[in-house]
């Protein structure tokens, strides 16, 4: 038997042992929550009001981050979309928003194109996009053309 104490191991994936039922995957939350800010999402549901249907925009609070897209990234978008104003957005689980939703952070509208949840490591992240038919007018705001 040896005279000295042993030295403890480094906790990571490689540690782990399989069969425990626990993640083989290191703890990231903390340096997750380190990256992300708090962020306001102003999300735009759509709610029966008064027999009618209207957009509401209802305020979600979650940690986030948001991040450009690089050039090699746009050049996988098809060539009619390179031009638009792509970001990944980071945020925890507590919110999951849904493909095609609409959202405003800051005074801009942005639309979720794909989401990418990441139940181990406790994030989410979304390709979005800046919805410009968001600048559009109602369908009533157009003159009536009809024949």
């Not at 709610?47 to 509401?56: A, K, S």
């Not at 945020?91 to 979720?112: A, E, H, M």
């Not at 139940?119 to 157009?142: H, K, S």
Request: aromatic share 12%.
């Amino acid at each position: 038997m040896s005279q000295y104490a042993p030295v403890p191991l480094a906790k990571n994936a490689s540690s782990k042992n399989l069969i425990d039922g626990s993640s083989a995957l290191p703890d990231m939350s903390p340096a997750i929550l380190e990256y992300l800010q708090p962020m306001n999402f102003g999300c735009i549901e759509k709610q029966l009001v008064n027999g009618y249907i209207q957009e509401v925009v209802v305020t979600k609070k979650t940690l986030a981050v948001k991040q450009a897209f690089s050039p090699k990234q746009l050049m996988m978008k098809p060539e009619g979309q390179r031009d638009w104003n792509w970001f990944k957005i980071h945020t925890l689980s507590n919110i999951k928003l849904q493909p095609d939703s609409v959202f405003i952070l800051g005074k801009t509208r942005y639309r979720i194109m794909s989401l990418f949840d990441y139940p181990e490591y406790g994030y989410i992240e979304y390709d979005v996009r800046e919805d410009y038919q968001g600048d559009l007018p109602n369908a009533g705001d157009f003159p009536n053309t009809g024949g």
